[in-house]
Antibody, heavy 122, light 108 residues
């Protein structure tokens, strides 16, 4: 059974930093491309960024609002993907989901974690 | 930047009805389109990918169609568990995924 479990959310002041983790199980994590998606309270879904598998180059891509502030990394030995968030702003307040990319031919997200809430407030 | 526009924003329907949700892309996304269902307090669930292929375990009452800029999600006979918010997502212009703003299905 595929499981994605996020952790690390919480309350942080504007300008602060936070690192989210997403522990994966039930699939070949090292072969998977992984993404982060966020959802502000009462709002829709917003893609945050993506990391390819190491075999795919291990490269990352980010949405414009977070580029230069957020960094995605992965530890295949721990089956975990991370989202390092720096210079946080109030508009970064959201539930953050990690999601598994289905296949390289179909880049939809076939599994999602339950999400972790990040609140940026003074 | 690709903009995905869903309509209607809210749809009030009765169980057993057949409904169609619309998703329009500001430019062609070929068939690189997915639909997700999200219930309150839950993560989204993949329903359809490739515009028309049901994901594993998705009931046959869900169907997707379209290509280019116009897409639809049809639920042939609404069940009580189908009342949720539905999002479309394009992944043609990856790595930049774009979601629609969502359509909320509510009980009439």
């Amino acid at each position: 059974e595929v499981q994605l479990v996020e952790s690390g959310g919480g309350l942080v002041k504007p300008g602060g930093s936070l690192r989210l983790s997403c522990a994966a199980s039930g699939f070949s994590f090292s072969d998977a491309w992984m993404s982060w998606v966020r959802q502000a309270p009462g709002k829709g879904l917003e893609w945050v960024g993506r990391i390819k598998s190491k075999r795919g180059g291990g490269t990352t891509d980010y949405a414009a609002p977070v580029k230069g502030r957020f960094t995605i990394s992965r530890d295949d030995s721990e089956n975990t993907v991370y989202l390092q968030m720096n210079s946080l702003m109030t508009e970064d307040t959201a539930v953050y989901y990690c999601a598994k990319v289905y296949t390289l031919d179909n880049l939809a997200f076939d599994f999602w974690g339950q999400g972790t809430l990040v609140t940026v407030s003074s | 930047e690709i903009v995905m526009t869903q309509s209607p924003a809210t749809l009030s329907v009765s169980p057993g009805e057949r409904i169609t949700l619309s998703c329009r892309a500001s430019q062609s996304v070929t068939s690189k389109l997915a639909w997700y269902q999200q219930k309150p307090g839950q993560a989204p669930r993949l329903l359809i990918y490739g515009a028309s292929t049901r994901a594993t375990g998705i009931p046959a009452r869900f169907s997707g169609s379209g290509s280019g800029t116009e897409f639809t999600l049809t639920i042939s006979s609404l069940q009580s568990e189908d009342f949720a918010v539905y999002y479309c997502q394009q992944y043609n212009y990856w790595p930049l995924y774009t979601f629609g703003q969502g359509t909320k299905l509510e009980i009439k």
